[in-house]
C-alpha cells in the first residue's frame, strides 16, 4: 500500500542566510583582531667615532669624494668617466705597492652612488683594504 499516492515530494534545499550570517560574523572578528602596521620612515641616528689617529703609511691611497661627485685621488683631481678608467688611476696612484690601503674621504652631502663608484673601482683594480673617515663626535 501506498499511503503517499497524493503526496508530492519536496526537494531538500540548502537555506544560505544563516551561512552568510556566520560568515559576516567570522569577517568582522577578523577585521577587529587583525593589527595593521605603518611605517612611515626609518629614525636613524649615526653614530659618531672616537678613535686615535692612525699613524701614516706608506702604502694608501687618499680618496676624496665631495658633495658634487668630484673625485680627487692624493689630493689631484680626478675625473671619474666609469670604474674601470678609476681603477687604473688607483693603480697608478698605488705605484705598484701589493695592497694599498683605500680611504674614502667622502663629504656628508656626497652621494651614496659616488662612494660605491670607489669601492667598485677598488675591487676592480684589485684591492680589497678599504676604510672610511669620520669626524670625532662633540664630547
Avoid at 519536496?10 to 583582531?33: A, H, R
Avoid at 673625485?71 to 696612484?93: C, H, I, T, W
Amino acid at each position: 500500500m501506498n499511503f503517499r499516492l497524493g503526496r508530492h515530494r519536496e526537494e531538500p534545499e540548502i537555506n544560505l542566510i544563516p551561512l552568510i550570517d556566520v560568515l559576516l560574523v567570522i569577517l568582522i572578528f577578523l577585521m577587529v583582531t587583525t593589527t595593521y602596521s605603518r611605517f612611515a620612515e626609518l629614525q636613524i641616528n649615526l653614530p659618531t667615532a672616537d678613535a686615535n689617529k692612525p699613524e701614516e703609511r706608506a702604502n694608501q691611497i687618499n680618496v676624496a669624494v665631495d658633495g658634487q661627485s668630484q673625485y680627487m685621488v692624493n689630493r689631484s683631481a680626478v675625473p671619474f668617466r666609469s670604474p674601470d678608467g678609476f681603477a687604473q688611476e688607483l693603480k697608478r696612484a698605488a705605484g705598484g705597492a701589493p695592497d694599498p690601503v683605500i680611504i674614502i674621504n667622502a663629504d656628508a652631502a656626497a652621494t651614496h652612488q659616488s662612494v660605491i663608484n670607489v669601492m667598485e673601482a677598488a675591487r676592480i683594480a684589485g684591492y680589497s683594504r678599504i676604510t672610511f673617515t669620520t669626524q670625532a663626535g662633540k664630547k
